[in-house]
């Protein structure tokens, strides 16, 4: 009964407090005639401070922190540092770019042009978004592995299980945003979320995995933030690519890939217990 009191005041106010502050930034930026991106740094919004669109952009940008205070409400509360090994820390590094390297050569070799933005921007701007999403999209993990992903775990008999269902729940959350992004494609809006979908999920097992080996909030916020920046990188480098998909196609190898090297369900009787770091 507790556990599941704990899950919805959890579910409540992270889709509560993201949805209504997404929405709302959207519409008042409507209101405004003021554009609201996903894409600004905190560094970009506060540049913005008196503007007319800087009261929709920082609620589109609070937004992001309903996880963090759905965890701090639910009141279950896990070590943030935790014990990351070196290959931990090589997975939450690596993972990244061997995600988007491929969509790099792909778009590279089919003549995508390149951007304008000299090499020295281009790494000031890279360094500065990792750092904005750290701090932003990060904290995302005191929800998604630091409360909701255990939750599963406990009540769930596979580790896959509990990866899908959280990687659903976690690709939902995202959904108002997918839709203010996209909806101007018309039906293709529909196989584009379920790509995106189905790229989370992935992301939600490698994560996932990152976590249950090291305990680490702190690991899995610094590998989601790595994972952004590497999109974020390819787009700034070569806006006009169509090969972005590739990251998400990569991420599936790479959750093949570590599934047959760490086997996380030879153990599949895991239900009450503590996940095994086998």
Known sequence: ???????????TVSFGWTWALWIGGWWLGDVR???????????DVAAMAGAVGFLPQLLFTLGVFGPLLGYLAAGRYRPVWGRPTPETVLLAISVPVVTVVPAFA???ASGVPMAGVSAGAAAGAVGVYFVSNLLTSGTEEFGWRGYLHPALREREPTFWAAVWKG????????????????????FVMVPT???F???IVAMAWI??????RSNSI???????????????????LFPETPFTVVTAGMAWVVVAVLERRYRVDRQPSLRGGSPSNA
């Open 218 to 236: 702190a690991l899995a916020a610094l590998l989601h933030a790595l994972n952004n920046t590497a999109g974020f990188a390819l787009l700034l």
């Open 207 to 212: 994560t996932a995995l990152v976590y249950e």
């Open 197 to 199: 979908t189905a790229s």
């Open 106 to 108: 792909i778009t590279v």
């Open 167 to 186: 990687g659903l729940v976690w690709a939902v959350w995202h959904y108002p945003l997918m839709v203010m992004l996209y909806w101007q494609l018309g």
């Open 193 to 195: 979320i379920a790509g």
């Open 33 to 43: 005639q003021a554009q609201v991106t996903p894409q600004m740094t905190l560094v």
């Open 1 to 11: 009964m507790e556990a599941r009191r704990s899950a919805a005041i959890y579910l």
